[in-house]
Structure formats: structure tokens, C-alpha cells
């Protein structure tokens, strides 16, 4: 029963300048640690809405001795591409619901929580079949020209087994960590 946000979950410097965004129409005042997930340090949590999903809390780009503009300038980039992350929508992607900046360096992202593992668990020193190569294959590849189709595109920059989902029904995967993943600019 820990609150991982304040009563208040954004901060009102930064993420509320996007009220009109579809990431932001609702609050999420009180978020429920439920228990650990298996991905790195991402928790399975229940929102004051009983949403179930996953969150993965971030520690912004500031270093002591910044200016503040410098400091303000990464925290706000930092926060525009998680931002930007919550539109992505594709089957073969994680889901990003909602972010909350709860302190100013800090953004805790919420995800759908998939029930599924790694497909380096999955594999597990036991060859696939040819034909479960190929669908997999086909997945990511439709996954990444999503990305390299967006204006401008996303990089994920960390396509590897542990970064990939194979969902419990052992025929969807999705990608996930996007911690490394940068937007072209223009």
C-alpha cells in the first residue's frame, strides 16, 4: 500500500502544459505499489482508477553545478520524449498510458503491464522453429518501421532479446525499454 506519487501527480511547472493532450485528461492522484515485476526495475502498481499497469520511475539528466536554465532545459526534453513515447500505438509495442513528474528531476512512466517474458527467457538455450523465427522476425521488423515511420522518426537503439516481450499466448511479442531511444530531428 505505498503511494509512489504525492497527492498532486504532476508538477505544475512542466507536465501541466499540456492539459489538451490525451495523455493528460486524467489525473492519477494515488498510485498502489502492488508487488515486483521480473523487467528491471519496473513495478506492477493499481492507480486511484483501478487501473493494473506498470511504472517505471525515471531520474532526470541534472547534475549538481548546472544552471538552472540547463537544468530546466534537460528536465523538459527529458519529459518531451516520454511524452511522445505515450502516442506510439502499434500491437508490437508496449503501451504507454500516462506519465507523472511527482518532483521536479523525477518522471514516473506507466505502462501496460504484459504478462509474458523475455524472449531471451523464452528461448532459453532451446532453438525456435523456423516458422516461430519468421513470425517473430516479421513482428519486430513491423514494429521498428512503425517507429522509423513516425515524423520524426523514433531510434529504439537497444533491439536485443531481454528488450523483447514474447506475450503469454507464445505468438505476440512486443518491444519494450525505450530508455536509449532518441527522435530524429528534422
Known sequence: ????????????????????????????????FVVRVFFGDIQEVVTDRGIRCA?????????????????????????????????????NIVRFLHIAQPEPATVVVFMELLDGRSLERFIDNKPLKEPKIRDFSEQICRALLYLHSRQPPVIHRDINCSNIIVCADNTRIKLID??????LEQ
Request: net charge positive; hydrophobic share 25%; charged share 30%.
Open 178 to 183: 525505450f530508455g536509449l531511444s532518441i527522435k
Open 55 to 91: 511504472a517505471k520511475t525515471l531520474n532526470l539528466p541534472v547534475q549538481l553545478g548546472d544552471k538552472k536554465e540547463t537544468k530546466t532545459k534537460n528536465i523538459d526534453e527529458a519529459i518531451k520524449s516520454e511524452r511522445n513515447l505515450c502516442r506510439l500505438r502499434h500491437p
Open 1 to 32: 500500500d505505498t503511494n509512489i506519487l504525492p497527492s498532486s501527480s504532476t508538477h505544475p511547472d512542466s507536465l501541466s502544459k499540456f492539459p489538451n493532450s490525451p495523455v493528460y485528461r486524467e489525473s492519477w492522484d494515488s498510485v498502489r
